[in-house]
Structures are given as structure tokens and as C-alpha cells.
Nanobody, 122 residues
Framework: QVQLVESGGGLVQAGGSLSLSCAAS??????ASWFRQAPGKEREFVAA????????YYADSVKGRFTISRDDAKNTVYLLMNSLKPEDTAVYYC?????????????????WGQGTQVTVSS
């Protein structure tokens, strides 16, 4: 069983930046993703990274502003968020799975973190 713990959320003004981290308790996962859920909305895909870190995927809404990366030596996945907008406000969740290739659907992932709140003020 892998436990994922997110950190780095907070309050930031529009146009600002935040960096989220997701620390895994064990190295039994390969691909990883970030999802987010805004109040009253469904959880949605944000970004994903494959087993090697060589391929990344982004939702159109964050492409060019967010960057996902991983440090396997630290069992950690990161999400760097630049040029934040009020519509980026949500709880951000880290997800991981043993498959090599990530997906954009929630049910692709076995392991989930508890989430970290990101609030962007206008």
C-alpha cells in the first residue's frame, strides 16, 4: 500500500505561483498525476507524468502554465503552477498507479492523497 501526502498549497494572488509536492511512502508506483476539484464541481484531470518522467500530459486549461515533474530518489512528484488564475482555485489531489503510462481518468489510479487547498484571489 502506498500513501501519498500532498503539501505546498495556500493562498496566492492572481498571476502568482505555487509549487505542490506529493511524497510517496513507497516506490511501488510508476505513473502519477494531479487532479483538482473546485467547490460544486467534479474532480478533473490537471497533469500526468509517465514512469520515466520523459512524457507529460496536461489539461488544456493549464497547458503552458503548469509543469509536472518527478524525483524518484525522493519518491516525490511536483506540480509547479505559474500565472495562477482565480479559476485554478480548488483542492489539488495527487494520484499514482503501478502502470507505466498515465491516464486522465480517475479510475486509472490506485493511490490517492488527501488533497491540498489552493486558493487564488483576484
Amino acid at each position: 500500500q502506498v500513501q501519498l501526502v500532498e503539501s505546498g498549497g495556500g493562498l496566492v494572488q492572481a498571476g502568482g505561483s505555487l509549487s505542490l509536492s506529493c511524497a510517496a511512502s513507497a516506490r511501488t508506483w510508476s505513473c502519477a498525476s494531479w487532479f483538482r476539484q473546485a467547490p460544486g464541481k467534479e474532480r478533473e484531470f490537471v497533469a500526468a507524468i509517465n514512469w520515466s518522467g520523459g512524457t507529460t500530459y496536461y489539461a488544456d486549461s493549464v497547458k503552458g502554465r503548469f509543469t509536472i515533474s518527478r524525483d524518484d530518489a525522493k519518491n516525490t512528484v511536483y506540480l509547479l503552477m505559474n500565472s495562477l488564475k482565480p479559476e485554478d482555485t480548488a483542492v489539488y489531489y495527487c494520484a499514482a498507479d503501478g502502470r507505466l503510462v498515465p491516464g486522465t481518468e480517475i479510475d486509472h489510479y490506485t493511490y490517492w492523497g488527501q488533497g491540498t487547498q489552493v486558493t487564488v484571489s483576484s
